[in-house]
């Protein structure tokens, strides 16, 4: 299984950016996939997920109404739309992959910096 993000980058404060995760070897419609970030000195954190067909989506508070996470599932690809950025939004972001039918992530891509700064 591989999980490969891009999309990462410089951005201004207020500014938008848009992550990709590319799956390879899995089924995708099967799996749950998740975005999580790791800003520097702190743990990795969940910040959205989405269900296996697309219908539900989850977001932790800080990013809600800012962030918007799809997938689209003939090209084994999930999203997540990042808008109106702030300099806390700076971390390595993750993505990965949790079967349906299970509690915990099984699958990590190897994170896409985004970096917030005028």
């Known amino acids: 299984v591989q999980l490969v993000e891009s999309g990462g980058g410089l951005v201004q404060p207020g500014g938008s950016l848009r992550l990709s995760c590319a799956a390879s070897?899995?089924?995708?419609?099967?799996?749950?996939m998740g975005w999580f970030r790791q800003a520097p000195g702190k743990e990795r954190e969940f910040e959205a997920a989405i269900s296996a067909s697309g219908g539900n989506t989850f977001y932790v508070n800080s990013v809600k109404g800012r962030f918007s996470i799809s997938r689209d599932n003939a090209k084994n690809t999930v999203y997540l739309q990042m808008n109106n950025l702030k300099p806390e939004d700076t971390a390595v972001y993750y993505c990965?992959?949790?079967?349906?039918?299970?509690?915990?992530?099984?699958?990590w891509g190897q994170g896409t910096q985004v970096t917030v700064s005028s």
């Open positions: 990965a992959a949790r079967p349906a039918s299970g509690r915990a992530y099984a699958y």
């Open positions: 070897r899995l089924t995708f419609s099967n799996y749950v």
